[in-house]
Nanobody, 124 residues
Framework: QVQVVESGGGLVQAGGSLRLSCAVS????????MAWFRQAPGKEREFVAS????????LYADSVKGRFTISRDNAKNTMWLQMNSLKFEDAAVYYC?????????????????WGQGTQVTVPS
């Protein structure tokens, strides 16, 4: 099991950019596939992006393709989500999640290591 802590959330105007970080403690980060999810008020948790354990494969939700970039550095036990061209619809609590394995899934139940979430606010 690993411990996950997200940071970097905040308030940004539409069209702006924000970078979220996910710091993971433990010795086995390199064995975990990772993902970002988000949850807006009144909505279900939504898949945003994922990255394989080696960083070689990434997957994005259609709503963020071309605007968001997921990356990781196993030597630093850290994962990032670079968010550009932010929209009001992107406002949500963003969660970092991990699962032990070489492949990723878009289903939240496939992940068993979760951070506490970080708030991203995009005023209308």
């Amino acid at each position: 099991q690993v411990q996950v802590v997200e940071s970097g959330g905040g308030l940004v105007q539409a069209g702006g950019s924000l970078r979220l970080s996910c710091a993971v403690s433990g010795r086995t980060f390199r064995l975990y596939s990772m993902a970002w999810f988000r949850q807006a008020p009144g909505k279900e948790r939504e898949f945003v992006a994922s990255i394989s354990y080696s960083g070689g494969t990434t997957l994005y939700a259609d709503s963020v393709k071309g605007r968001f970039t997921i990356s990781r550095d196993n030597a630093k036990n850290t994962m990032w989500l670079q968010m550009n061209s932010l929209k009001f619809e992107d406002a949500a609590v963003y969660y970092c999640a991990g699962r032990r394995g070489s492949y990723t899934t878009t289903a939240p139940q496939g992940y068993d290591a979760w951070g506490q979430g970080t708030q991203v606010t995009v005023p209308s």
